[in-house]
């Protein structure tokens, strides 16, 4: 069981725990902690989307500072239910959904739906080519309007492996092994 805490906002210090299943981990809280500061003016009030949601630490900090709609998308079901039932027993499960599925086949039905994003974070499995993928699909769904910000989580030695053309780069941070690029939706 891994176990977190929350940084700021209305649920700071809440402990968030999720299964160990041995194919994902919490991002460091200095990392949460750095790309959420950066992130809060855009916040209030946003439709947050969270691919490849893993424990849900991202989903979290986003709604603790007042996101006021957050979807993480999880293929593993043990932990997009975890997600779930913990959103529930902090009372934030009216803002906070996390959908069981895969990224690829779910981003085309938020887009049938009509569903648009003010912030959307990749932190997918690293070394696998899936943010390429990922900017792909999202590029061609308008799950987005011109004002989103696409945060990328990846290993800082794929960055340049990374094929950010179909956006704007807007800046890079990187916090040791650990590069989030901002990308604008021009």
């Known amino acids: 069981m891994f176990e977190f805490k929350i940084i700021a906002g209305e649920l700071k210090g809440k402990i968030i725990k999720s299964p160990d299943l041995g194919i994902t981990r919490p991002p460091l809280s200095r990392l949460r902690k750095s790309i959420f500061d950066f ?3 855009y916040l209030d009030s ?3 989307l969270d691919l490849f949601s893993g424990t849900g630490s991202y989903l979290f900090e986003a709604v603790s500072r007042h996101a006021s709609n957050c979807v993480g998308v999880e293929l593993e079901k043990k932990l997009a239910d975890s997600i779930n039932k913990q959103a529930e027993k902090l009372g934030v499960d009216n803002r906070l959904k996390c959908m069981c599925g895969d990224v690829f086949s ?4 938020l887009n049938q739906h009509k569903k648009l994003f003010d912030i959307i974070m990749i932190a997918p499995p690293q070394y696998k080519g899936i943010i390429d993928k990922s900017l792909e699909i999202i590029k061609n769904n308008s799950i ?3 004002d989103t910000l696409i945060i990328c989580q990846h290993d800082s030695s794929e960055t340049k492996k990374i094929n950010f053309i179909l956006f704007e780069i ?3 941070r990187k916090y040791g092994n650990t590069t989030f690029t901002v990308l604008k939706t021009k």
Do not use: D
């Open 39 to 41: 992130l809060n003016p």
């Open 46 to 48: 946003s439709n947050y």
């Open 106 to 109: 779910t981003i085309p039905k």
């Open 144 to 146: 987005y309007h011109g």
């Open 170 to 172: 807007s800046q890079q």
